[in-house]
């Protein structure tokens, strides 16, 4: 077994041929442990991972819905501020159209007298 150090010196790790991984199994086969007891640690591992996801991306999901609903009422309301600033406008001209009407009739009456 070789053990080659990372260029950082973080960590280590060991690389193993195929023949060298036969010889590491059959010596832990003959200390008393089993292949069986490994397969499943590692499925618990691997329920544990999958489920620890799952619930992970699940409140994510629940997260971003929250937003997106947030936003959403950010955004109807930016709209009824327009619809109602687009009214205004419209009244306000409608207005200014009539007093330039009534001053139309003032001229026309200050011309007569």
């Known amino acids: 077994m070789k053990i080659r150090a990372d260029p950082q010196g973080s960590y280590f790790y060991a690389?193993?041929?195929?023949?060298?991984?036969?010889?590491?199994?059959r010596k832990s086969q003959r200390k008393g442990l089993k292949m069986t007891e490994t397969i499943i640690v590692a499925l618990l591992?691997?329920?544990g991972t999958l489920a620890g996801s799952y619930f992970s991306s699940?409140?994510?999901?629940?997260?971003v819905a929250y937003r997106l609903e947030q936003l959403e009422k950010k955004v109807q309301?930016?709209?009824?501020?327009?619809?109602r600033t687009y009214k205004l406008e419209e009244r306000v001209e409608l207005h200014e159209e009539k007093f330039k009407v009534a001053n139309h009739r003032?001229?026309?009456l200050e011309k007569n007298v």
């Open 58 to 63: 699940r409140k994510s999901a629940a997260l």
């Open 15 to 25: 690389a193993l041929s195929a023949a060298k991984t036969r010889r590491v199994l």
């Open 77 to 83: 309301a930016h709209n009824n501020l327009v619809e």
């Open 45 to 47: 591992s691997l329920a």
């Open 106 to 108: 003032i001229d026309d």
